[in-house]
């Protein structure tokens, strides 16, 4: 039985709610439903955290989209939208340098075209800041067709696909769920079912 599109985002934010500042968004023109923040500061010091030797920042924005059928002109609304949005939070100013940031557009379907879905593939979008002295962006995406329990996402993305996909059909992680399902089956097949 599929699940559901607001099902599966509970799902998400659930499991994006544990190192994420998430806040629920309503948008008029975009089927944007939630956002997601993440920030780390790294540094390595000698001795004391007086003497620092380097400081840096991490960044990700995670954009959550929930449509019922993902078109190509949506798609690319919503991309560009997060590109947009997130490229604006990106701050070299500061003291703090800037390592990399992270902009995550998520889209959750019920159906997907195929032409939006190759367009999601081939998304190349990568921005170095002074050749990469003052840190980097790369953009992921990913859509969870829930009609077909399917994920797809581009290159950056392979990471965020493999959580979509635990959090589409989650693993049996437990010993004891291994181990009723194996005696489950061995009392069928003894019983000749």
Known sequence: ????????LKRLLNGYSRSYDIEFVQHNELPLVATAQ??????????????TMWTVD??????????PELTEDIY???IQYACDNGMAKIDLTTKQPHMCTRLVALFLCD???AAALIRLKKCRIYKS???SFKGWMEFHTAAADLGKESVVSNNYGRDTAKFL?????PPVGRRGDYRRNFLSRLF?????V
């Open 1 to 8: 039985m599929p699940v559901t599109r607001e099902e599966f």
């Open 38 to 51: 993440f920030h780390v500061s790294e540094s390595q010091y000698i001795l004391s955290k007086k003497a």
């Open 58 to 67: 991490s960044d990700e924005y995670v954009y959550f989209f929930s449509v």
């Open 76 to 78: 690319s609304r919503c």
């Open 111 to 113: 159906s997907a075209d």
């Open 129 to 131: 800041f002074q050749f």
């Open 165 to 169: 996909k635990n959090a589409l059909n």
């Open 188 to 192: 069928q097949k003894r019983k000749g």
